[in-house]
């Protein structure tokens, strides 16, 4: 059976800075995308290098001033929209949506409801899918990563490292996530799903629709909106997650709050902005204050 086509190539084109020219896509019959906009015949979309980037089977669609290009390829019901760019060997499907100023790119595969957003970045061998939500400045790259689930990566959250799988995990501010190592996710129990995790700096801090410092969640624990069950297992594994999981993680300087050495072989740790050091065993292990606490 002959597939009917849903778009062609417009003569509207446009050459990028990599020197590649892309064409605006006209579309050649109406539908109604996944996400319920109507496309109708004759309108124009977003663009697209070649006919190859863009399926005419399903309702995917390319919109606004997206680009996909290379060998990137849009199917399924995937919507690409905004100034968002899809690019190198990335596949877009499902009812996956790229939207804002989302770079896609590398071996990245977008897939089920996933919605990668913001100024978001994902490339390098990276798989998202299920409900997981990329957005803010968050990097996700990494070979053999899998994010899923309703995992959140958002604020200037960076993913690297090679497979490992982040599902119920949310993720703000400057996260840092090479590793399995690198966060924790409790619950849901009463309802209540955290995730601890680390940032570029060594901090902990606990996010779950947002994120604060181990103390902030002190304060909002105590105001007894969590039973004593949950209360009892989060100060657990945090105490575990602080002694074992970063066992090899020290605290930002106590002086300047400028980064450390981490150099698994020395016996000092020294601070790379202000120089004052001291040795392994007396420099605080990990930094469990907010940031407006360490200011003197
Ligand atoms: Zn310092």
Redesign the pocket.
């Known amino acids: 059976m002959k597939i009917m086509k849903k778009f062609k190539i417009s003569s509207i084109n446009y050459t990028n800075p990599d020197d590649v020219t892309l064409y605006r896509i006209c579309a050649v019959s109406s539908f109604v995308t996944a996400s319920g906009d109507r496309v109708s015949k004759g309108e124009f979309g977003g663009w697209i290098e070649k006919e190859s980037n863009l399926s005419q089977e399903g309702n995917c669609w390319v919109f606004d001033d997206a680009k996909v290009f290379g060998d990137a390829f849009v199917r399924g019901d995937a919507i690409v929209k905004g100034n968002a760019k899809v690019f190198g060997s990335a596949e877009i499907k499902d009812n996956a949506v790229i939207s804002g100023n989302a770079d896609i790119f590398g071996v990245a595969r977008i897939y089920q409801n996933a919605q990668v957003c913001g100024l978001a970045k994902v490339f390098g061998s990276v798989l998202i899918k299920g409900n997981a939500l990329i957005t803010g400045r968050a990097k996700v790259r990494g070979d053999g990563v899998i994010i899923g689930g309703n995992a959140i990566l958002s604020g200037d959250t960076e993913t690297y490292g090679s497979k490992f799988q982040i599902y119920e995990s949310v993720f703000f501010e400057d996260a840092i996530v090479k590793s399995i190592d690198d966060f924790f996710s409790l619950g849901p129990i009463d309802g209540l799903s955290i995730t601890l995790f680390r940032t570029a700096n060594n901090e902990i801090r606990i996010g779950e629709f947002a994120t604060c410092s181990y103390y902030d969640f002190e304060k909002f624990m105590s105001l007894g909106k969590m039973s004593p069950l949950f209360k009892e297992i989060f100060q657990k594994v945090y105490s575990v997650f602080v002694e074992y999981v970063l066992q090899d993680i020290f605290a930002p300087?106590p002086?300047?709050r400028?980064r450390v050495n981490n150099d698994p072989d020395a016996s000092t740790i020294h601070?790379l902005?202000?120089g004052?050091s001291a040795p392994k065993e007396s420099w605080r292990k990990i930094a469990v204050l907010s940031k407006k606490d360490f200011m003197v």
Do not use: A, D, L
């Open positions: 300087c002086i300047c400028g601070c902005h202000c004052c």
